[in-house]
């Protein structure tokens, strides 16, 4: 029998402050909730911007991560898997929503963009990730710049391209 695929991308901005709890086990579990736009042109030819919203939930390390370094406006990539769930409500009606587990998570942008760290706008954090063994970062984080953010190209055939880039 072949397996399934049940994998989410998701790069946006937080629309609050992140929601830690913890288990009695002492495992933390961070909520947030997350913003992405579309942009699109009309028939009358007008831009036309979309914005769908994400419950995303980081479990163990990487949710201790998220509380502490992520806030309202930050710029994150989250890696995960779509669940749908359901629950009856006080009032007896069952409630459907659907949420996104995050099994991988990096910052983005720099302090004045929201992001976890970094400087002169430049990428920051780092890339974090879940997996069986524990919650460990992916790679360790890249050394904060001191130095000016370099002038933005003149033209796209201008922009450096860089490998790091998450998609």
Same mark, same amino acid.
């Given at each position: !029998?072949?397996r399934?695929?049940? /994998? ?15 288990? %009695?086990?002492? !495992?933390?579990?961070? +909520?947030v909730s997350?913003?992405?736009t579309?942009v699109? =042109? *009309? =028939? ?7 914005? %769908? ?7 163990? =390390?990487l949710?201790e991560?998220?509380?502490? @370094?992520? =806030? +309202?406006?930050? %710029?994150?990539?989250v890696?995960?898997?779509?669940r @749908? ?5 006080? *009032?007896?009606v ?10 991988? !998570?990096?910052m983005? &942008? ?7 760290? &970094?400087?002169?706008?430049q990428?920051?954090?780092? #890339?974090? %990730?879940?997996?069986?063994?524990g *919650?460990?970062?992916?790679?360790p ?10 002038? /933005?190209?003149a033209?796209? *055939?201008?922009?450096?391209?860089d #490998?790091d880039i998450?998609f």
């Amino acid at each position: !029998m072949a397996r399934g695929v049940n /994998k989410v991308i998701l790069v946006g901005n937080l629309g609050n402050d992140p929601e830690v709890k913890y288990t %009695q086990g002492g !495992m933390a579990i961070t +909520k947030v909730s997350l913003a992405t736009t579309s942009v699109r =042109k *009309d =028939k009358e030819g007008n831009q036309q911007e979309q914005t %769908q919203w994400h419950r995303v939930t980081f479990f163990g =390390k990487l949710g201790e991560i998220a509380g502490e @370094y992520l =806030k +309202k406006g930050s %710029q994150v990539y989250v890696e995960g898997e779509i669940r @749908y769930d359901k629950f009856t409500g006080q *009032d007896g009606v069952e409630k459907f929503f659907t949420e996104i587990v995050a099994n991988e !998570m990096q910052m983005l &942008g720099g302090r004045a963009e929201g992001g976890g760290g &970094g400087g002169g706008g430049q990428r920051s954090g780092g #890339d974090y %990730q879940r997996d069986s063994g524990g *919650d460990r970062p992916a790679r360790p984080a890249p050394a904060q710049r001191r130095d000016p953010a370099p002038p /933005k190209p003149a033209s796209f *055939d201008d922009v450096p391209f860089d #490998d790091d880039i998450p998609f």
